[in-house]
């Protein structure tokens, strides 16, 4: 699980073809971008169609502008939280009757939330798509706010923040490590919310979060399948548009003051292997330049043949596992590094081979090999997300949502395609300044100090 990410359930893709052919040859648009019907309702919500004929299902994708972003001190958690509450019941509907319904139509269902939105997921043959449409509406128009609904839901998130951040090392760690790195800006909160807001959230609170996010004119609708277009645009109009749409939320003004100099989180705790995180400040998702911070976060971490699993797992036998993550959002986020490292290792040991590598991919760049390897890597990755009516329904609202524009899908590929070593290079030299880092590392509480180094 990432940070900033919860699921209501809780890889690199492998290169293919000559790394030498991939550099050469152009990227061909995605196609599709004809078909996609796309209309604003007169309460303001986007709804966007991709249908795709020879497929008799549908994939729906419920993009709620609202996440951990737009919390406060004292309420973090409710975006999280509605999550849950999304699925008990409405003023028509009975707890439960949302998943019974859907289910009986052989359809399914699950939901996430980030750092910036909240996405709830419908697949279904097409013969329900009028019943999804109603039901999707439902609970955006009547959601119950049953007392003992709410103090249920919210026994379940407090046991879910136990399992994946109390009594999980990754978890809390990466928690106090994104806690750390921002001193202003709300990307600080993390998204299943602090203990001590989740046990004390009133109804009002809650009442007042869901009248002010889950308006129509703060969602878009994203589906693609086999559905005709008007019909899945004029259903969409019969259950959602008589919603009356709310005054925008209040943006989010707060920008992280520049960062000075590094930060470090040191956690002893019971633990067999030592962890160390690092975060860097990075673009936000509709940043130009984004396209060059994916590409550099593959050569980094992507797969057995990247940079640091080379040098750190295979070569030094410095870490067990090595990751990454470009927090894509509204506003700057992290860019991520993950190490497990072997037991008894000196995360001390490990820092001063990693800084010497990362300062030398900022320093030097990366060469042709690596830049065409992380080019086949994000292009088998987009298309095979783009061959199923749930990457399509998914990459429409990530678009349409974090760019401004789902037309923006299409162009990807060449998008990527253009990227030049120096530009990567550039982003490498500005992202991967130790400055502009927060540190985290955790450690056997047993175990030596931190800092201390094995020779």
């Known amino acids: 699980m990432l940070p900033g990410m919860d699921e209501r359930d809780a890889s690199p893709f492998p290169a293919f073809g000559s790394l030498t052919t991939a550099a050469a040859t152009p990227a061909a648009a995605a196609p599709g971008r004809d078909a996609v019907r796309a209309l604003r309702l007169a309460n303001g919500l986007r709804v966007i169609v991709w249908p795709v004929h020879d497929i008799p299902n549908i994939a729906l994708y419920n993009w709620v502008r609202a996440g951990s972003r737009n919390e406060a001190p004292g309420i973090t958690g409710l975006a999280h939280f509605f999550e849950h509450m999304m699925f008990n019941g409405t003023t028509r509907r009975q707890p439960g009757e949302f998943d019974r319904l859907m289910e009986a139509q052989g359809g399914s269902n699950n939901a996430f939330t980030s750092d910036d939105v909240t996405v709830y997921q419908d697949w279904f043959p097409r013969g329900a798509l009028d019943l999804v449409l109603d039901l999707e509406s439902d609970r955006v128009a009547n959601l119950a706010f049953v007392p003992q609904v709410i103090e249920s839901e919210r026994g379940v998130v407090a046991s879910e923040r136990r399992l994946r951040v109390e009594d999980n090392n990754q978890g809390l760690l990466s928690e106090q490590v994104q806690a750390a790195a921002f001193v202003a ?271």
């Open 185 to 455: 800006h709300p990307y600080r909160f993390p998204t299943i919310g602090w203990p001590a807001d989740i046990q004390s959230w009133q109804r009002s609170d809650l009442q007042r979060f869901f009248k002010t996010y889950y308006a129509p004119n703060n969602l878009t609708l994203a589906l693609a399948g086999g559905s005709m277009p008007q019909q899945a645009l004029a259903l969409a109009a019969k259950y959602f548009e008589p919603l009356p749409p709310q005054p925008p939320p209040a943006p989010v003004r707060t920008r992280e003051p520049e960062q000075l100099g590094e930060r470090r989180v040191v956690i002893r705790r019971k633990a067999q292997t030592p962890l160390l995180q690092y975060a860097y400040k990075a673009p936000a998702a509709c940043d130009p330049r984004g396209p060059a911070v994916n590409l550099l976060l593959s050569i980094l971490v992507d797969g057995d043949a990247s940079r640091l699993h080379r040098l750190l797992v295979e070569r030094e036998k410095l870490a067990i596992e090595v990751s990454g993550h470009w927090q894509e959002g509204f506003d700057p986020g992290l860019f991520w590094l993950y190490l497990t490292l072997p037991e008894g290792v000196a995360p001390a040991d490990v820092q001063a081979v990693l800084d010497a590598e990362l300062a030398n991919v900022a320093q030097r760049g990366v060469t042709d090999a690596q830049l065409a390897r992380a080019k086949n890597l994000t292009a088998v990755g987009f298309w095979r997300r783009l061959a199923t009516i749930d990457g399509k329904a998914q990459l429409l609202g990530e678009y349409e949502v974090f760019h401004g524009d789902w037309g923006k899908l299409f162009d990807a590929p060449a998008q990527f395609d253009k990227v030049t070593r120096e530009a990567v290079q550039a982003v490498a030299h500005e992202i991967l300044d130790p400055a502009k880092r927060t540190v985290g590392v955790l450690v056997a509480a047993s175990g030596e100090p931190a800092e201390e180094s094995r020779a």
